[in-house]
């Protein structure tokens, strides 16, 4: 009433919330990131004093899984955090050159993987690259057709999995070079 402050106490809050990981790669085990949970003053908070972690179920197969992150104690409020897994990468087997065209074999992969995508480029930092894409896992050779003749072509691969109409993706595989007959 009189406008005086009797006192002052600063509200501390959860601010930050991070994954040791948000990205991993197929291997058949379980993924679970640990989380780092930190307040408005900078301060580490503790696992299962501040706050709870929730994973989802699962977390084997490629995907995208949700983390929930509950406060309890002085503090309040729930976060969801997500982590991706991806599927394994593949590599190029084998280019054979052809007239005007490209062989590729792809060293084949079967777990949690629906296809492949052929990257081809005359440059090897891929501008300009064009994407051919494999619907099934099953098919490790395709032919690159129409290409320009006597000229040099630089081919990676990678994986990638459809789970509930979003695709995953592995990393590109190392390129590999052939020149066209």
Known sequence: VCGKVASK??????????????????????????????????????KN?????????GRKNVGTYKVTIKMKGKYSGTKTLTFKINPAKTTVSKLTAGKKSITVAIT?????????????????T????????????????????SLSAKKKYY???RT???????KYYSDWSTYKYVKTK
């Open 108 to 124: 084949k992969k079967s777990t949690q993987v629906t296809g492949y995508q052929i990257q081809y480029s005359t440059s090897k």
């Open 49 to 57: 004093t501040d706050y709870t972690v929730t994973y989802a179920s």
């Open 155 to 157: 081919v990676r691969v």
């Open 126 to 145: 891929f501008s300009k690259a064009t994407t051919k894409t494999i619907s099934s896992y099953k098919t490790t050779k395709y032919t690159l057709k």
């Open 9 to 46: 106490t600063a509200i501390k809050y959860a601010k930050t919330f991070k994954f040791s990981t948000t990205t991993y790669t197929y291997d058949g085990k379980v993924k679970m990131p640990s989380v780092t949970v930190k307040d408005s003053a900078g301060k580490t908070l503790k």
């Open 160 to 166: 990638y999995k459809t789970v509930s109409k979003t």
